[in-house]
Structure formats: structure tokens, C-alpha cells
């Protein structure tokens, strides 16, 4: 595992305090993305920055990349990279001297340095920029060099933390694709986000925190099957027939079923289903009364509508700040 996390606990303001993480476990597969999904102030910007080495447990093992959080953070930090919430580039430098920067502090040579900067400018479709301030670049551009200075080093393993926050549909697009293309060359990723999209589009498991306990965990789809099964959407050929096959469903004891809701559904019958006999079972009655169907297909829940079901809130664009304290 790239990550392993055992019984992590950590408070803020003593005994009597806030309970950030409450005995949190988890794992990471090497070249995963696990993404870590839960309400506001569940714990999850805590967890990044305690496998960052950026504040201590207060109980409770973890290790990342071999390597213990609390008794080799040095050893830890040279195998890791940080993307926060806010980009954290220097404004005064030029995109190019803040990658130089990041390379010569992770002890490479001049040339490497200025090698490892001209490569991830090239990838982050900053070389047009490169000699300008990064006060100057827009909030995407800036994203984007936040991300490059982060994999500056080749990570093993890389902490995204709401990495595509405020950013416009296509520079968010343009993150995934990097995130993808550093997973496929063995990159571990541990990715937090209250996108749902996002968490579907990059992730091989999700973990769901709230009030600082893991709640659930698996693959997406998974999850999806532990909340609530497969809906049967089916499409009449005649929409008028709607209300009379809802009824004969009704009446046969294979409902209930409901027409429409969304504008998605708009002209659609949906029925839950309750396994493969009841699936057929419902085809088969359709049939036999006469009402000829245009489509048929099924659907899991939204990964909106397992976050919602798990933690009894629903899934916010926007991520208060956890309490913060500094290392020392």
C-alpha cells in the first residue's frame, strides 16, 4: 500500500475540544486515486495535512510511502507532493523561476532544475508564459503551476486538496488529464473533493468521512449498489400510456412506479428494481398487457444521491476551512 492509516485521531483545543478525525483508517493502492469525500468540516483537509507531515496526530498511525508520519516526516516529505486548496506559487516569480525554485530545494542540479521546469511548462501549457510573473497569470494558469510545482520532484505519492476549486470547466478538465496521465505513469494519488463529477471521473474508491469517521468505502459503483438498487427506466412508445402501465404494475405487486420527476425522465416510467426475477417480471407483464416500449435500461443511484443517503447532507461546492494549527 502507498497509504496506510490506522485508528488517526486528532483534536483541536484539548480534551474538551473539536474532534477532527476520530480513529480514521485507510488505504491507499500504489497508483490509485482514492478519493475522500464528506461535508463540510468533516475532517478531510485534516487528514492531508497530517500525511503531509504538516501537523501530528494525536493518536493513531500513518504511513505514506513506507514512511511514518511522525518519526520520519523528512524521509516523507522528499517522497510526496501537495496541491492545496489555493494556489500557492510566488506572485513575484516568474512561472519558470518558481518551478527552478521548487527543483533546487529538492536538492537537483542546475541543470536538472531547468531541464524538470522546461518539461512540466511544456505539459501544463504554461511555456508561453514562462517568463512572467505568476501574479500575472489567470486563476487557471496559476492552478496549473501550482500542480506542476507539486510533481516537480516525482512524487510517489501525491495529496490533492480540492485541487479544481473556482476553476472554469475547462482548465478543470485540463487538471484531470493530468491527473490521469501522472496515475498512468504509477503516481498514487489521494484526492479530497466535494465535486461529485470529479470524484467519478478520477477515482478508484471513494472513502466517505463525516464528523470525523469513515462511513463507507469502495469502488464507486459499489456504493452506489449499498445504497439503493438498480432503477428500471422504461420508455412507452405511446407517453400517454404512462398512468396505465403504472397502474398494472401497481396491481400486479411489482411497483411501485412513478412517470417522470426530471426533466431527464420526461416521458419515462421508473420502477426499483428488486433483482433480476423482478426485472423480468416487470418486461414480462409490460409485454403481456400489450404495451409496446420504445426503450429499456437501468440506473444506479448519482453519486450525489449516495453522498446524501450516507451522510444526510447534501454534497457542497465549497469547503470551509478546518481549524489550522501550525507545526512547530
Do not use: C
Amino acid at each position: 500500500m502507498a497509504v496506510t492509516v490506522q485508528g488517526l485521531v486528532k483534536r483541536y483545543g484539548g480534551p474538551s475540544g473539536v474532534t477532527a478525525l476520530d480513529g480514521v483508517d485507510l488505504a491507499v493502492r500504489r497508483g490509485s486515486v482514492l478519493g475522500v469525500l464528506g461535508p463540510n468540516g468533516a475532517g478531510k483537509t485534516t487528514l492531508v495535512r497530517i500525511l503531509s507531515t504538516l501537523i501530528r496526530p494525536d493518536a493513531g498511525t500513518a504511513e505514506v510511502g513506507g514512511y511514518d508520519v511522525v518519526s520520519q516526516p523528512r524521509q516523507l516529505r522528499r517522497v510526496i507532493g501537495l496541491t492545496g486548496q489555493y494556489a500557492s506559487v510566488d506572485g513575484k516569480l516568474s512561472g519558470r523561476e518558481n518551478l527552478y525554485l521548487i527543483g533546487r530545494l529538492l536538492d537537483m542540479s542546475r541543470k536538472e532544475a531547468r531541464a524538470r521546469a522546461d518539461e512540466l511548462l511544456e505539459r501544463f501549457s504554461l511555456t508561453g508564459a514562462a517568463e512572467r510573473s505568476a501574479a500575472t497569470y489567470s486563476g487557471g494558469m496559476r492552478r496549473r503551476l501550482d500542480l506542476a510545482a507539486s510533481v516537480m520532484g516525482r512524487p510517489a505519492v501525491l495529496f490533492l486538496d480540492e485541487p479544481t476549486t473556482g476553476l472554469d470547466p475547462r482548465t478543470r478538465n485540463e487538471v484531470w488529464d493530468e491527473v490521469r496521465s501522472m496515475t498512468e505513469s504509477g503516481t498514487t494519488v489521494l484526492l479530497t473533493t466535494q465535486y461529485m463529477e470529479e470524484a467519478e471521473q478520477l477515482a478508484n474508491e471513494l472513502t466517505v468521512i463525516d464528523r470525523g469517521r469513515v462511513i463507507a468505502n469502495g469502488p464507486v459503483e459499489e456504493l452506489k449498489a449499498q445504497v439503493g438498487g438498480s432503477t428500471l427506466r422504461i420508455r412507452p412508445a405511446d407517453r400517454d400510456s404512462l398512468p396505465a402501465m403504472a397502474d398494472a404494475l401497481t396491481e400486479a405487486g411489482l411497483g411501485p412506479a412513478e412517470a417522470g420527476g426530471t426533466e431527464e425522465d420526461d416521458g419515462v416510467l421508473r420502477v426499483p428494481v428488486r433483482g433480476d426475477e423482478h426485472l423480468t417480471a416487470v418486461i414480462g407483464l409490460l409485454g403481456t398487457r400489450g404495451f409496446p416500449l420504445s426503450g429499456v435500461d437501468t440506473h444506479l443511484p448519482s453519486l450525489d444521491e449516495v453522498f446524501l443517503t450516507l451522510t444526510g447532507k447534501p454534497a457542497e461546492s465549497e469547503e470551509i476551512r478546518e481549524l489550522e494549527v501550525v507545526p512547530s
